[in-house]
């Protein structure tokens, strides 16, 4: 069992399209986005993770991410492919192919906390299928929009037979666990922010704690 930090990038560099509200606030910099590169490659209990399926994702970090020979997975909306600015279906191979991974982020960008079942249906089994249609393999892993979820949300997910689900709750995760706390990345965020955040998460008080705050939340 090993202690991991994963890491959540949104877009990076200057944004090509209309933000979302509060998106601005996970858009970061080229420049930091690739100090922060530089420092997790000598990290191995680092993970990196993008949601969304920016076009960034293959213009800027695909690039980044092979030339510091780092691998990563993308959390794409089904809902979203093709759309301007935004990976299609050819760019989403192309990151399959330079060994990188492909996961789920739903298939409108909308949250899975008190979702209607319908709709969790689209979310997560209708969108995986249109993603694995393009990929032409399986999708293991979803990662929740806005790190929202409640607990019918993890039961779907868990019946769909995701292998892991990624939340935005902060803090440490242990790689073999189902559900994975990520640590967003914001505009804020350069390469020391995160060298201290990762040093401030490799105590097992600090996780012994959160973990009891965690499983309040999944029950709630
Ligand atoms: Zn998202």
């Not at 998106?23 to 922060?36: D, G």
């Not at 510091?68 to 399959?96: H, M, Q, T």
């Not at 189902?178 to 490799?202: F, M």
């Amino acid at each position: 069992m090993s202690t991991i930090i994963n890491l959540t990038f949104h877009g990076i560099g200057l944004p090509q399209r209309h933000l979302e509200p509060g998106e601005q606030q996970v858009w970061i910099s080229e420049k930091n986005f690739l100090s922060i590169l530089d420092l997790v490659k000598d990290r191995p209990n680092v993970r990196l993770t993008f949601d969304d399926g920016n076009i960034s994702d293959v213009k800027l970090a695909l690039p980044a991410l092979i030339e510091r020979d780092l691998v990563a997975e993308f959390f794409v909306l089904a809902g979203f492919v093709d759309k301007p600015n935004y990976l299609n279906a050819e760019y989403i191979r192309s990151l399959l192919e330079a060994g990188l991974k492909i996961g789920l982020h739903g298939m409108n960008h909308c949250s899975w906390r008190a979702a209607k079942n319908g709709d969790l249906k689209e979310e997560l089994f209708v969108a995986r299928e249109k993603l694995q249609n393009i990929i032409n393999q399986n999708i293991k892993n979803a990662a929740c929009p806005f790190g929202e979820y409640d607990r019918r949300a993890l039961k779907t997910l868990k019946q769909a037979g995701f292998k892991h689900v990624y939340t935005s709750d902060r803090g440490n995760a242990n790689e073999n666990d189902w559900l994975q706390a990520r640590n967003t990345v914001t505009c804020d965020d350069n390469a020391k922010s995160i060298a201290e955040l990762i040093d401030n998460n490799e105590g097992m008080i600090f996780r012994s704690i959160r973990r009891s705050k965690l499983l309040a939340k999944r029950l709630r």
